[in-house]
């Protein structure tokens, strides 16, 4: 059967994956297991998320309704443009969700001691996607230094915190 929610399908296949092709290969983290989290619209028929597996996190774009539009031969790459950049997707596809697009944030998953803390991160790296680029913000700062204002007082963008804190993390 398929499904109509395609996030729904999406865990379904991971899940399914989780029970047989990945059953018990070493590279597997044990506290984790298929969850999606923060999958929001973005453009015209596609939604964007966050997928955590036992043995990886990924960021993965799905269509809003099943098709092959996200089909990518294996030696393919897209690039999808984001507030905070451009991301490199590599191509996937399974019965239960049709064609999906990922790129590899975690893999192996191993510095996640559990779920609760691999959902913190996948939350944060949503976020994350979504703010603006420090260089939206130079202006804002260059405004506040000529008017004798505090810089400091300016925010910096969740991005450009999350690179401080997660930027010793290799994907």
């Not at 997928?51 to 690039?79: C, F, G, K, Y």
Request: glycine share 8%; proline share 5%.
């Amino acid at each position: 059967m398929v499904r109509t929610d395609p996030v729904g399908a999406l865990v379904a296949a991971f899940e399914r994956i989780a029970h047989t092709r990945m059953a018990g290969l070493p590279l597997n983290n044990s506290a984790l297991w298929v969850q999606a989290v923060g999958f929001r619209a973005q453009d015209d028929g596609y939604l964007i998320g966050v997928l955590i597996t036992p043995w990886a996190i990924n960021l993965v774009m799905l269509a809003a309704t099943r098709s092959r539009e996200l089909h990518l031969a294996p030696d393919r790459r897209q690039t999808w443009e984001f507030p905070s950049g451009s991301y490199e997707f590599m191509g996937g596809e399974e019965p239960e969700c049709g064609a999906y697009q990922f790129c590899s944030l975690f893999s192996p998953a191993f510095e996640f001691r559990d779920q609760a803390s691999a959902v913190e991160t996948a939350v944060a790296i949503m976020a994350a996607l979504f703010a603006a680029t420090e260089a939206d913000h130079a202006a804002a700062r260059e405004a506040a230094r000529l008017t004798g204002q505090s810089v400091a007082q300016i925010p910096t963008t969740r991005r450009g915190f999350l690179q401080g804190v997660f930027g010793g993390l290799k994907g």
